[in-house]
């Protein structure tokens, strides 16, 4: 897989998820070739203020995901709250107010199954720091379509149990720490 071919770049996380992105997603440069899709578990009814602190801390342009608008390279898209982010079959998000999933709405497992149906072998999807299992399913799905798959190491987690169930779905994924995934994000082409 080289960053011709990966299309997408998708993360979940939840507890710790703030501290985990900062670490991941400012290194990156304005002219990043790949879109980046970031599933959050923000309350509802709270402000999502993830974009506002992002895009003060990130050379690529970073938003909120708006329904039917198409993934661009070198964007960051964060899930509102509230909202299911999903990808469909021509590359487009789409916003879903159906029921929570693992008691989350945004749910990782979500976004990483439709993004796995819409990029097949061309998706990358990280599972980081969290404290339930959402995520875990999802990344399974992006391992059977033939896609990347990433874990934070559950060892050096802020919180390990959405990695280490991540893993235990998914045991051929990748194990980094976050200065590996950095790692990984400034170079794709490595992968």
């Not at 703030?18 to 400012?26: F, G």
């Not at 039917?68 to 990808?87: M, N, Q, R, W």
């Not at 159906?98 to 796995?116: G, T």
């Amino acid at each position: 897989m080289t960053a011709k071919t990966l299309r997408a770049i998708v993360i979940g996380a939840s507890a710790g998820a703030v501290q985990a992105l900062l670490r991941i997603l400012p290194v990156l440069p304005a002219s990043y070739p790949v879109p980046i899709l970031v599933v959050v578990h923000v309350p509802p009814g709270k402000d999502n203020a993830l974009v506002a602190l992002f895009a003060s801390k990130c050379a690529l342009r970073v938003k909120e995901a708006e329904d039917k608008e198409p993934i661009v390279a070198g964007t960051i898209y964060f899930a509102p709250s509230d909202y299911h982010l999903l990808v469909e079959a021509d590359a487009a998000m789409a916003l879903s107010s159906d029921e929570p999933v693992n008691h989350s709405r945004p749910a990782i497992d979500v976004l990483f199954e439709s993004a796995a149906d819409a990029f097949g072998p061309d998706l990358a999807g990280i599972v980081l720091t969290g404290a339930n299992h959402d995520g875990a399913a999802g990344l399974a799905a992006i391992a059977i379509a033939g896609g990347l798959v990433i874990i934070e190491d559950p060892a050096t987690a802020s919180n390990a149990a959405m990695p280490a169930a991540a893993l235990a779905s998914c045991p051929t994924a990748r194990c980094l720490d976050l200065d590996g995934i950095s790692s990984f994000l400034q170079n794709p082409a490595v992968a």
